[in-house]
């Protein structure tokens, strides 16, 4: 087939990622330079630079997985964007070498990642996405966009063309809805852990405040707080929904639910057995870590030594009925509670919130809006996703979109962990290209999911008939990869 230009003439990207944290940024790193296939890339992100969770950096947090869940090294170690060419640049590996750290402090991953987004070429800060549009005439997508000024002020606005798009707009925070209208009102001290550390000083200078969430965000803040509390003095409640302050689930067999095995695995399984199976896993990814459950135990142990309790409460398997203003006039928050075993109720009030409940997945329809009537979904309204993370689109667009971070209703509790995050970014480029660039495992786990053997990775360029083939039926072959003009 022709290859067809741009309507300005020129030829368009072959990927056009929008939004930049970690998993798109971990596919720019792996298309930049990709090897056998050159591809023209460009990844858009609204916010002036790469900042990862700042407002829960919090001192010695450490990640969840180990440091070789890096932007590229369980798809390809040689990559120059490993964390271990990161600390080579920088002249730290006898360092790292020596402090035998194999879960790093969040803080370095967070430079390590922005190191790799200042040195990217195909990178794009300050430009904010507007519309995706399909061109039918020259068969791409029209990507428009807005320049931003360094003040965050609406700038220049602009347009590129690709045939593939990646869509990485991440998660946003969760409040619950009884405690909306306080997280909304202006100089409320009810704020979400995304923004904690930002607060911090005007929280630790409340006379009460109470932690709401039962993950590893919680717990942290938990901690983080009752450190910088006086002993007798403490005045904190921890609530939580679920039914104990539980560990995450870490085994490593446990762990092998994070693998493509169980990816594959997953997606097989009927939809509505998808659906039950995720709430029941809520250990392998809401839990908190065992060393710092260990640390609060241990520090609240400690401010026993000398007689008497700290002043905390930590009570599990509470819901907020409802939350408001003290009705005396006074800046006082009360919280409604009901305790779910007991079929109890009970009023709680304090001086400050933080809410530790969590993200969900940005809706992928505010930026889909042109192309929705051509998106495929399942019964519950949400876009069916293949086993290469393709939006499934009818045959009026022959371009793919692909996704990161939300597809858990179709992938499982993998999609959010930062391990799988080099493995799904290659099956990305893998599918796009026809080729296999990235050479994938047949096999990653020891646990055998299901009693019939697990579909073999799809090869790329084969037809694969558990799934789409490599290009949708009666779609044409794409564009080979080129120089962009």
């Not at 997945?361 to 889909?368: G, I």
């Not at 069916?384 to 499934?392: A, G, N, Q």
């Not at 009026?396 to 993998?414: L, P």
Request: proline share 9%; charged share 20%.
């Amino acid at each position: 087939m022709t290859d067809r230009t741009t309507p300005d003439g020129n030829r368009p990207h072959d990927l056009i990622g929008i939004g930049l944290g970690p998993f798109n940024l971990s596919l720019a790193a792996l298309a930049h330079n990709i090897p056998g296939t050159p591809l023209t890339t460009a990844f858009y992100e609204q916010r002036p630079a790469f900042h990862w969770h700042p407002g829960l950096l919090i001192d010695g947090a450490t990640l969840q997985v180990p440091f070789l869940a890096d932007l590229t090294t369980l798809a390809d170690p040689t990559s120059p964007w490993t964390f271990l060419n990161y600390l080579r640049t920088r002249d730290r590996l006898y360092p790292f070498y020596f402090a035998e750290q194999f879960h790093i402090h969040r803080a370095e991953y967070d430079a390590y990642c922005r190191w790799v987004s200042e040195q990217l070429p195909t990178t794009h800060f300050h430009h904010r996405i507007d519309t995706i549009r399909w061109n039918p005439d020259h068969a791409h997508f029209d990507v428009d966009y807005t320049r931003l000024h360094p003040d965050g002020e609406t700038g220049t606005p602009g347009r590129s063309h690709t045939r593939n798009i990646a869509l990485g707009v991440g998660t946003e925070p969760f409040i619950p809805e009884p405690l909306r209208p306080l997280a909304d009102a202006p100089d409320t001290p009810v704020i979400h852990s995304a923004d904690y550390l930002h607060h911090r000083d005007t929280l630790l200078g409340a006379d009460h405040i109470t932690v709401i969430g039962s993950g590893q965000s919680g717990a942290e803040i938990f901690l983080d707080l009752l450190r910088a509390r006086p002993h007798g003095a403490e005045k904190i409640h921890w609530l939580a929904r679920t039914q104990a302050f539980a560990p995450m689930e870490y085994s490593k067999l446990g762990l092998e639910h994070f693998t493509p095995d169980y990816t594959r695995y997953f997606h097989a399984l009927p939809e509505h057995v998808r659906d039950a199976l995720v709430p029941q896993q809520w250990q392998l990814h809401k839990g908190i870590d065992t060393d710092t459950i260990a640390a609060i135990h241990d520090e609240l142990y400690r401010r026993t030594l000398h007689g008497g309790w700290p002043d905390t409460t930590l009570t599990p398997g509470v819901t907020v009925r409802t939350a408001g203003r003290r009705s005396d006039d006074s800046a006082r928050i009360e919280l409604h509670l009901e305790h779910i075993q007991q079929a109890t109720r009970s009023r709680l009030t304090t001086d400050a919130v933080v809410l530790a409940t969590g993200y969900r997945e940005r809706p992928l329809d505010t930026l889909l809006t042109g192309i929705a009537p051509h998106l495929r979904r399942d019964s519950r309204g949400r876009p069916r996703i293949d086993t290469d993370f393709r939006l499934d689109l009818d045959p009026a667009i022959t371009g793919n979109i692909y996704v990161q971070n939300a597809e858990r209703h179709t992938h499982g509790v993998g999609a959010p962990d930062l391990g799988l995050a080099a493995w799904r970014s290659a099956t990305i480029l893998n599918n796009l290209t026809g080729t296999t660039p990235y050479r994938l495992p047949r096999r990653t786990a020891f646990t055998t999911f299901g009693l019939t053997p697990h579909p073999a990775p799809h090869i790329p360029g084969q037809h694969d008939p558990r799934t789409h083939a490599h290009h949708r039926p009666g779609h044409p072959a794409p564009h080979p990869p080129g120089t962009h003009v």
